[in-house]
Structure formats: structure tokens, C-alpha cells
């Protein structure tokens, strides 16, 4: 049982380049997440999948794009990277909403 | 948005203390959740807290749910070196709320 799972752990992205972040949970969770966490910022939700098929807006999703490609798996695209988007990315995952979110270990995105 | 006041901020301790720590809002809050973060690493979900009053173990930690149903805090006894991270409150404001709203963190440093 390997909970939330991420890949990659680390990216390097020049300005312009897109990419998808991908993840993946064991735990037959209803609700996924993206957040990014930035210093002094704090967490910050970009988009949620409350179920399989439906996505919404978090509170930063500006820049990115989301799938929820089947319930276990959801992914989080940049089509165009900017600076502004260097960050530390986690997925979470709950069985419902308002329930107990549980993270994965996060992948550390440079864009130059 | 809503703020979560998580205090204090940071504290070193002597191992073997017990610590505490707490998080307070100006509204009131339907799920309170304790994490603990290690350098490099996903928030890891300690304790869970559904109902006002709500009193939860797990091994040397002790995390309540306040009455006014607007603070919580965690208690760690009996401190030992790798409890050294930064822990962090969240909750949800709004019942069934995919959203969740976290504190600053509190950074905990053990000296053996």
C-alpha cells in the first residue's frame, strides 16, 4: 500500500516548456488534489477532483490544467512554464470531501 | 480568505519535554487536522478531528478539537529527536468543504 504516489520527484523546465506532473493513489480515494507550497506562502490548492470525471478551480489555478485520467490517477499539466511557477508539488488524496487529506512526497519544479 | 493563527512560530526544547502547540481561527471550523512535515518531504497526516470536544491519541501525541469549534492543539510528550519538523494545523471551514485552510507551521527543534 503505497498511498500517493508522485513522479518525478525532480524537474528542470526552461521558460516556454510544458509538462505534466503525474499521480496516483492506492487507497480508493474518492477526491484528489494539486497544491503547490512556495516559502511564506504556504499551501495553496490549485485544483481538486472531487470525483471521477469532474474537476474545479482552487485557489491558484491560473497557468495549469488538470485530468482526472481514471479515480486513481490525476495530473497536473503546464502548457506554458513560467519562473513564477518554480515550486514544491504535492497531490493529495481523501476518501470524501471534508474527510482527511493524505499527501504524496511532493516533485521540486525549477523553470529558468 | 480565511487565516489560520498557528502559535508559536518555532521552539526548541530538551528532549524528553512535552511540547504544545495550537491553532486558533476567528470562525468556526468543521474538521481539524494535524501534519508534520520533514525537509524535503510531504505533509504526513498525524491526527484527525471530526467532532467539537474531540480528544485523539496516537502513541506521544494528543491533539483536541475545542469546544467553540474555533482552535485545536497538539501535544507531544516526552519529545525525542525525530519529532525535530514543522507541523502544521489545517481545517475545513465549511462542512463537506474540499478546501482546506492551513496554518504557518510551527518549527520544532529537539536538543538532545
Known amino acids: 500500500n503505497a498511498g500517493v504516489t508522485q513522479t518525478p520527484k525532480f524537474q528542470v523546465l526552461k521558460t516556454g516548456q510544458s509538462m505534466t506532473l503525474q499521480c496516483a493513489q492506492d487507497m480508493n480515494h474518492n477526491s484528489m488534489y494539486w497544491y503547490r507550497q512556495d516559502p511564506g506562502m504556504g499551501l495553496r490548492l490549485i485544483y481538486y477532483?472531487?470525483?471521477?470525471?469532474?474537476?474545479d478551480k482552487g485557489e491558484v489555478p491560473n497557468g495549469y490544467n488538470v485530468s482526472r485520467l481514471n479515480k486513481r490517477e490525476f495530473s497536473l499539466r503546464l502548457e506554458s512554464a513560467a519562473p513564477s511557477q518554480t515550486s514544491v508539488y504535492f497531490c493529495?488524496?481523501?476518501?470524501?470531501?471534508?474527510?482527511?487529506?493524505?499527501f504524496g512526497p511532493g516533485t521540486r519544479l525549477t523553470v529558468t | 480568505g480565511q487565516q489560520l493563527n498557528q502559535s508559536p512560530q518555532s521552539m526548541f526544547i530538551q528532549e524528553g519535554e512535552d511540547v504544545s502547540m495550537n491553532c486558533t481561527s476567528s470562525?468556526?471550523?468543521?474538521?481539524w487536522l494535524w501534519y508534520k512535515q520533514d525537509p524535503g518531504e510531504g505533509p504526513v497526516l498525524l491526527i484527525a478531528?471530526?467532532?467539537?470536544?474531540e480528544l485523539t491519541s496516537n502513541g506521544r501525541l494528543t491533539a483536541q478539537f475545542g469546544i467553540t469549534r474555533k482552535d485545536s492543539f497538539l501535544n507531544i510528550s516526552a519529545s525525542i529527536p525525530s519529532d525535530v519538523g514543522i507541523y502544521f494545523c489545517a481545517g475545513q471551514e465549511l462542512a463537506g468543504s474540499y478546501q482546506l485552510t492551513f496554518g504557518k507551521g510551527t518549527k520544532l527543534s529537539v536538543i538532545p
Open positions: 478531528l471530526y467532532k467539537a470536544g
Open positions: 493529495a488524496s481523501s476518501v470524501l470531501a471534508g474527510r482527511a487529506q493524505y
Open positions: 470562525s468556526i471550523f468543521n474538521t
Open positions: 477532483s472531487a470525483s471521477e470525471g469532474t474537476t
